[in-house]
């Protein structure tokens, strides 16, 4: 009887299941993973569906009316700017900063996403388009290597603090010839004192000099202030008081490859004013008066350097980008914007070219001047 029972629990013992031993939280996390990695491509399949199921509904399509129509006056203004009043010098501004026109972009983009409107959404395809037609091809490097002359233009700014400083930073460009605008008479003998030693040519015409490595002759003065256009013109001549001096110069340059024309320009200011607008009419004067020049001149190479006050889309300089090509489009990298110095929007100050080619483009550090030096390596 003993011997039974004390068999009976081994016995059970053996017959009992084995216990299972395993974490019931591991386990539970196993299936709920198992569980969320078989929904989760259903999940994916029901977002699209869902969006593609908004698309096709006509609420998107009808929001956003007022962002739409702007995306598409935006896409419609850039390419023809052209047709734009410039009364008031209204076209004159715009084209001065068309470049900028992309920047709105992203506004009218967010304005789309917040309304939820598929139409303005779309719509801003064509600005984008548009800009990137005009303008997406300066942002590449199209600079090339070699040169067989480099210039640089710099307007150096009436009330330049530190003349002999900006004439010493130019003079280490390396630069075969130098053009300076906006020179006073004080100024003209230091920028002449300070320039000696690098450039044994050079020659002045009023506020406008020519710097040069190489020979220069038949210097004379271009005049781009016929016409007596502005107040300030018209209060000179009332007055009976001295005209204002040469702004423009041109100068042959005798190079290994023959006889190069060079044109020094500082065209009229332009001015915002409360009555008259974007007031641009000594400025246009003197584009139509040097392209005229530029017309005339009978040496097929030809390079235009200066202060223009006008960027290459302004039409007050049709006359003379439909004879001359823009060195920084041609060979340059980026817009090259050179004024002002301190947070630089606009190329004003331009390098212009016929008979030679463009092989690199690009903007010199600022220098006391509110402008920025632009520079060019030219090969023939």
């Given at each position: 009887m003993s011997e039974a029972l004390r068999e009976v629990p081994g016995a059970r013992q053996q017959d009992a299941p084995e216990e299972h031993t395993g974490n019931p939280d591991t386990?539970?996390?196993?299936q709920d993973n198992a569980a969320f990695e078989d929904t989760e491509p259903d999940a994916r399949r029901a977002r699209v569906?869902?969006?593609?199921?908004s698309l096709l509904s006509p609420d998107p399509w009808k929001r956003g009316p007022v962002p739409a129509a702007l995306a598409l006056l935006l896409g419609l203004l850039m390419p023809l700017h052209t047709h734009i009043t410039d009364r008031g010098g209204l076209g004159s501004l715009v084209e001065t900063f068309l470049p900028w026109s992309g920047l709105l972009v992203p506004v009218l983009l967010a304005a789309a996403l917040w309304r939820r409107s598929a139409t303005a959404t779309v719509a801003l395809l064509l600005p984008v388009v548009t800009w990137l037609s005009l303008f997406g091809g300066l942002l590449l490097d199209k600079s090339q290597?070699?040169?067989?002359?480099?210039?640089?233009s710099h307007n150096v700014n009436a009330d330049n603090p530190d003349p002999a400083g900006t004439a010493r930073a130019l003079a280490a460009s390396g630069a075969d010839l130098l053009a300076l605008e906006e020179m006073t008479p004080r100024t003209t003998a230091v920028y002449a004192r300070?320039?000696?030693r690098t450039y044994p040519y050079h020659t002045v015409q009023g506020t406008v000099g020519l710097w040069s490595r190489l020979p220069l002759s038949q210097s004379r003065p271009?005049?781009?202030l016929r016409g007596n256009a502005g107040?300030?013109?018209?209060?000179?001549q009332a007055e009976d008081l001295p005209a204002d001096p040469p702004r423009a110069l041109r100068a042959t340059v005798a190079t290994d490859q023959g006889p190069l024309a060079v044109y020094v320009v500082h065209l009229g200011s332009v001015r915002l004013m409360p009555r008259n607008g974007f007031w641009t009419d000594s400025r246009d004067v003197g584009a139509n008066a040097l392209a005229k020049a530029v017309a005339a001149e009978?040496?097929?190479r030809v390079v235009v350097l200066g202060d223009l006050n006008g960027t290459t889309d302004d039409r007050a300089l049709d006359g003379l980008t439909a004879q001359l090509r823009s060195a920084q489009e041609a060979a340059g990298h980026g817009f090259g914007f050179s004024w002002p110095a301190s947070f630089p929007v606009a190329r004003i100050d331009q390098i212009l070219v016929r008979g030679v080619e463009p092989k690199n483009a690009w903007v010199l550090p600022a220098t006391g001047s509110d402008h920025l030096p632009v520079?060019?390596?030219l090969g023939w």
């Open positions: 386990t539970r996390g196993r569906h869902r969006t593609f199921r290597p070699g040169g067989d002359l480099t210039v640089v300070e320039l000696a271009v005049d781009v107040p300030l013109a018209r209060t000179r009978r040496n097929e520079a060019a390596a």
